[in-house]
Nanobody
Framework: QVQLVESGGGLVQAGGSLRLSCAASGSIFIINTMGWYRQAPGNQRELVASITIDFRTDYANSVKGRFTISRDSAKNTMYLQMDSLKPEDTGVYYC??????????????WGRGTQVTVSS
């Protein structure tokens, strides 16, 4: 089995910064694309940023220039540096990973989320 655990969420004032982490553990052979998603109350879950195994990145237009996604493949960990935070960035942030297990099975895994609240 594979587990994803997010950390680093919290309450911050507008204009502030937070750094989220997502640690993957378990029977992992390799992790392909990883991504951060967020869901605000009453809204659908949306992609914030993604990073491929060869470090190609993609961002939602709303966070370009403010958020930076990165990963440490040796540690099976992904990060999201969030700067210049806005109240509309508030939501639960989820980690997603496309994993190949040691049994050579592929699967999509999600973490349980971490709350980010930006006050105005």
């Amino acid at each position: 089995q594979v587990q994803l655990v997010e950390s680093g969420g919290g309450l911050v004032q507008a204009g502030g910064s937070l750094r989220l982490s997502c640690a993957a553990s378990g029977s992992i052979f390799i992790i392909n694309t990883m991504g951060w998603y967020r869901q605000a109350p009453g809204n659908q879950r949306e992609l914030v940023a993604s990073i491929t195994i060869d470090f190609r990145t993609d961002y939602a237009n709303s966070v370009k220039g403010r958020f930076t996604i990165s990963r440490d493949s040796a540690k099976n960990t992904m990060y999201l540096q969030m700067d210049s935070l806005k109240p509309e960035d508030t939501g639960v942030y989820y980690c997603k990973a496309d994993v190949v297990t040691r049994a050579m099975a592929t699967g999509i895994y999600w973490g349980r989320g971490t709350q980010v609240t930006v006050s105005s």
